[in-house]
C-alpha cells in the first residue's frame, strides 16, 4: 500500500460547547480551592486555555451558587473572589459552596481513557501491567457509573519501541534495512523524533542521514534494527515536525478514480483538500495525489469493484497489469 | 438548576423549557455529575414540584483516586490517541476533570503521537446506545451476499481489532451473540426502544472470541523473497515461516484478508485454504476487468 498521508488536526482548542465548559468549571474550581492565590497565567498554564478564557471563568464562577433553604440566593450561598486582587490578575477565592472536590469522570471518559491505555500498552512506558491494572481500576472506580463498554487490542513492535527508546535516551542514532514502497532496500541511519501510530499501522519519524532530510518509516517495513555508537544530530527539541506525517510534494502525480461512497473515507488520506468530486452514477468521482504508481497499484488492488481509476491511461494499466501479473501466477 | 424558575410562565406552554430542562439534566448526567430526583413530601407523583440535587459523595472523585505525575503522562497519551472524532471532547474533558487534582505530567523520553481512528458513522450512535441501554436497527452487508439485511440487536461492545471497529452484539430474535464489523454496516443506525440489562464484560468476551478466530483462522502464503509482501507479511502479528518462502498468517475475516492479498500483486500466492485461493483470484480479475 502506498503510503499514508495524515493530517493532524490543530493544537486543543479552549472548550467551546457547554458541556465542556461546565466541565471546565467543575474542575477549576477545586483546583482553585487547593491553591489560594494563584495569577491568572498560571492557572492558563496548568489547564492549556487562554489567559481571557480563565478571567471569563473565575468572573462566572464568582456570580454561581446554590439556592439555600429559602430556594433564592442570599449572599452565604453564592461564591465569591478577591475582586481587587483580581484586577491584578491574581485569584483567590474568598468564598465557595458545594464543589470542592475534583468532579468524577463519565462513563464515557473513563472508558475512552480506558480503552486509549489498551491501545498504548505495549509502549515502553506501560512494561509495568500491574501499574496499568491498577490505573485502570482507579479510573472504572473514579467513574460516576460502570465505564461505557469499549475496547482496543494495541500490540505495536515493542521491540522496535524499545530500541527507540533507548537510542533516544542515550541520544544515539538507530540503524535498520528499510523497504520503501518502491520495492527498494536500502541501511538508513536515523535520528529518532517521534513515534506516531494510526491505529494498527505504527511509524517512526525522524531525521533520514542518507537522504538529509526528515523522514517517515513504516514499523513493518523496517528489520535488523541496532543503536549505533553514533550521536544523533538532531533532536526533537530543536526539529519542529510537520503537522502530517507524509508531507505531498511538487512531484506528486494526480490520478482520477470513481469510487463507492462507502469506501471514499478509506481513501480520505489520498484526496486533495479542494478536489473536486462529483456523482457518476452511482459512484463519486475525485482526484487522489499520490507519490508514485508502484504504491496506487497495490492501493487500488486491494480495493477491489469499489475504486476504479479513470486517467491518465498510464495509471490504469499499471493498475490492470499489476492485478494481471498476480492473476498470472494461478495459471 | 437556576435560571428555569424565572423563565417558567404560569399557566403558559412551557413546553420549550421543559424539553431544554430534560435536555440539560441528560448532558448533566452525560458529564459524569449523579442528578437525584426527590419527590416532594405527601405528594408523590406530582412531578410539578420535584426537586434534583446532587448526592453528596457521589460527585467528587473518591479520596483513594489519585494519581502520579507518570500515571497523569499516560492518561494524556491515552486521551490524546482519541484527538479525531466523537471520543475527542470526552477524553479532553476527562483530562481537564484530572487536571483539578493539580498534578502535572512529566516529559515523557521518547515522544508519541498515537492516533485511534473513529471513520465508521455507526460509531457514535452505537455507543450512545450501549451507554442508554437501547436496541438498535442497522443494514449490514455481508461479503458475499448481494444485499444488505437489516439487523435488529442489542448492542454490546465496541471493540478495536487489528485495527477494525467491531460491534459485539445479541441478535433480537434468537438470541444469539453476534459480531458486525462497522465498515460493512450500511446506512443509518436506527436506535430503538429500551434493551434488556445484559450485565458483564462484554469487551473482554468480544476481544476473547476474536482472538480465537484469529487462532482458528490460518492461511498459507507463497511469498517472492525480498518483496512487501515478505516482510510486511512476515510483521503481522503470529505470522510464521512454515518453509522456505511460505508464510502462515492468521486472519480474523477471510474477505478481508483477501482484499489485502489482491493488493500484494504477483508477490503473493495463496497455497491454501482453497477458499481464500479462489476469493483472490476473484479479486484480481475484477480488478483488470475494471481497469482493461
Known amino acids: 500500500m502506498a503510503d499514508k498521508r495524515h493530517r493532524v488536526p490543530a493544537r486543543a482548542v479552549p472548550p467551546t460547547g457547554s458541556r465542556d465548559k461546565l466541565a471546565f468549571l467543575l474542575a477549576l474550581v477545586p483546583w482553585l480551592l487547593e491553591h489560594d492565590r494563584v495569577t491568572v497565567q498560571e492557572a492558563a498554564a496548568h489547564f492549556g486555555v487562554s489567559e481571557d478564557d480563565i478571567r471569563s471563568s473565575v468572573s462566572l464562577v464568582a456570580m454561581s451558587g446554590v439556592p439555600g433553604s429559602t430556594a433564592t440566593y442570599q449572599h452565604e450561598d453564592l461564591f465569591d473572589i478577591d475582586w481587587d486582587a483580581f484586577e491584578q490578575d491574581e485569584i483567590a477565592i474568598t468564598q465557595h459552596v458545594?464543589?470542592?472536590?475534583?468532579?468524577?469522570?463519565?462513563?464515557?471518559?473513563?472508558a475512552a481513557l480506558i480503552a486509549g491505555l489498551q491501545y498504548l500498552q505495549s509502549l515502553p512506558e506501560n512494561a509495568d501491567r500491574v501499574a496499568i491494572r491498577n490505573l485502570v481500576e482507579k479510573l472504572s472506580r473514579g467513574a460516576s457509573s460502570t465505564p461505557s463498554q469499549l475496547a482496543v487490542a494495541g500490540d505495536p513492535d515493542s521491540e522496535v519501541l524499545g530500541l527507540v527508546r533507548r537510542a533516544v535516551a542515550e541520544g544515539r542514532r538507530v540503524r535498520f534495512a528499510y523497504l520503501n514502497s518502491r520495492g527498494e532496500r536500502?541501511?538508513?541511519?536515523?535520528?529518532?523524533?517521534?513515534?506516531?501510530?494510526?491505529?494498527?499501522?505504527?511509524?517512526?519519524?525522524?531525521?533520514?542521514?542518507?537522504?538529509?532530510?526528515?523522514?517517515?518509516f513504516r514499523f513493518d517495513r523496517m528489520s535488523d534494527m541496532i543503536v549505533t555508537e553514533l550521536p544523533i544530530e538532531h533532536d526533537a527539541a530543536e526539529v519542529r515536525l510537520p503537522d502530517t506525517l507524509f508531507e505531498p510534494s511538487a512531484e506528486d502525480l494526480?490520478?482520477?478514480?470513481?469510487?463507492?461512497?462507502?469506501?471514499?473515507?478509506?481513501?480520505?488520506?489520498?484526496?486533495?483538500?479542494?478536489?473536486?468530486?462529483?456523482?457518476?452514477?452511482?459512484?463519486?468521482?475525485t482526484t487522489l495525489r499520490v507519490s508514485h504508481y508502484h504504491g496506487l497499484k497495490r492501493l487500488i488492488a486491494g480495493m477491489p469493484g469499489t475504486v476504479r481509476v479513470v486517467a491518465p491511461d498510464q495509471a490504469r494499466r499499471a493498475v490492470a497489469e499489476w492485478a494481471a501479473a498476480g492473476l498470472a501466477r494461478y495459471a | 438548576?437556576?435560571?428555569?424558575?424565572?423563565?417558567?410562565?404560569?399557566?403558559?406552554?412551557?413546553?420549550?423549557?421543559?424539553?431544554?430542562?430534560?435536555?440539560?439534566?441528560?448532558?448533566?448526567?452525560?458529564?459524569?455529575?449523579?442528578?437525584?430526583?426527590?419527590e416532594p413530601l405527601g405528594e408523590p407523583g406530582d412531578n410539578h414540584n420535584l426537586r434534583y440535587r446532587i448526592p453528596k459523595g457521589a460527585y467528587e472523585l473518591p479520596d483513594d483516586v489519585r494519581f502520579d505525575s507518570d500515571e497523569i503522562a499516560l492518561l494524556g497519551l491515552a486521551a490524546m490517541a482519541w484527538r479525531e472524532g466523537s471520543l475527542n471532547a470526552e477524553s479532553r474533558r476527562a483530562l481537564v476533570k484530572l487536571r483539578a487534582l493539580g498534578?502535572?505530567?512529566?516529559?515523557?523520553?521518547?515522544?508519541?503521537?498515537?492516533?485511534?481512528?473513529?471513520?465508521?458513522?455507526?460509531?457514535?450512535?452505537?455507543?450512545?446506545?450501549?451507554?442508554?441501554?437501547?436496541?438498535?436497527?442497522?443494514?449490514?452487508?455481508?461479503?458475499?451476499?448481494?444485499?444488505?439485511?437489516?439487523?435488529?440487536?442489542?448492542?454490546?461492545?465496541?471493540?478495536?481489532?487489528?485495527?477494525?471497529?467491531?460491534?459485539?452484539?445479541?441478535?433480537?430474535?434468537?438470541?444469539?451473540?453476534?459480531?458486525?464489523?462497522?465498515?460493512?454496516?450500511?446506512?443509518?443506525?436506527?436506535?430503538?426502544?429500551a434493551a434488556p440489562e445484559r450485565p458483564g464484560d462484554h469487551t473482554a468476551r468480544a476481544l476473547a472470541e476474536l482472538d480465537e478466530v484469529w487462532q482458528r483462522g490460518v492461511a498459507d502464503i507463497e511469498v517472492r523473497a525480498g518483496s512487501d509482501a515478505a516482510l510486511r507479511l512476515a510483521h503481522r502479528r503470529g505470522t510464521e515461516e512454515v518453509a522456505p518462502g511460505i508464510l502462515r498468517v492468521h486472519y480474523v475475516d477471510l474477505a478481508i484478508l483477501?482484499?489485502?492479498?489482491?493488493?500484494?500483486?504477483?508477490?503473493v500466492l495463496v497455497v491454501s485454504p482453497s477458499q481464500l485461493r479462489a476469493a483472490v483470484i476473484e479479486r484480481l480479475e475484477r480488478t483488470v476487468a475494471d481497469h482493461g
Not at chain 2, 440539560?24 to 437525584?36: A, S, T, W
Not at chain 2, 482484499?259 to 500484494?264: H, R, S
Request: proline fraction near 6%; charged fraction near 35%.
Open chain 1, 186 to 216: 536500502e541501511d538508513r541511519d536515523v535520528d529518532p523524533l517521534r513515534v506516531e501510530s494510526i491505529d494498527s499501522d505504527w511509524y517512526l519519524r525522524g531525521w533520514c542521514h542518507l537522504r538529509q532530510a526528515l523522514r517517515t
Open chain 2, 258 to 267: 483477501a482484499d489485502e492479498l489482491a493488493g500484494f500483486g504477483p508477490e
Open chain 1, 98 to 110: 458545594a464543589i470542592d472536590d475534583a468532579p468524577r469522570l463519565s462513563a464515557r471518559e473513563a
Open chain 2, 103 to 193: 498534578i502535572s505530567a512529566d516529559e515523557p523520553v521518547l515522544g508519541y503521537a498515537p492516533r485511534l481512528r473513529l471513520r465508521d458513522a455507526a460509531f457514535e450512535p452505537l455507543t450512545q446506545a450501549i451507554d442508554r441501554h437501547q436496541i438498535v436497527r442497522f443494514d449490514y452487508l455481508k461479503p458475499g451476499e448481494e444485499r444488505a439485511r437489516t439487523r435488529e440487536v442489542i448492542p454490546l461492545a465496541l471493540v478495536q481489532y487489528d485495527g477494525r471497529w467491531h460491534l459485539s452484539a445479541e441478535d433480537l430474535a434468537t438470541g444469539e451473540g453476534k459480531t458486525f464489523l462497522l465498515r460493512r454496516i450500511v446506512g443509518k443506525v436506527t436506535v430503538g426502544k
Open chain 2, 1 to 38: 438548576m437556576r435560571g428555569y424558575a424565572q423563565r417558567y410562565v404560569p399557566g403558559g406552554d412551557n413546553a420549550n423549557l421543559e424539553r431544554q430542562f430534560e435536555r440539560d439534566k441528560d448532558d448533566i448526567r452525560e458529564l459524569g455529575v449523579p442528578l437525584e430526583t426527590i
Open chain 1, 254 to 285: 494526480e490520478v482520477t478514480i470513481e469510487a463507492a461512497p462507502e469506501v471514499i473515507g478509506l481513501l480520505a488520506d489520498y484526496i486533495p483538500d479542494g478536489a473536486l468530486t462529483s456523482e457518476v452514477g452511482d459512484r463519486i468521482r
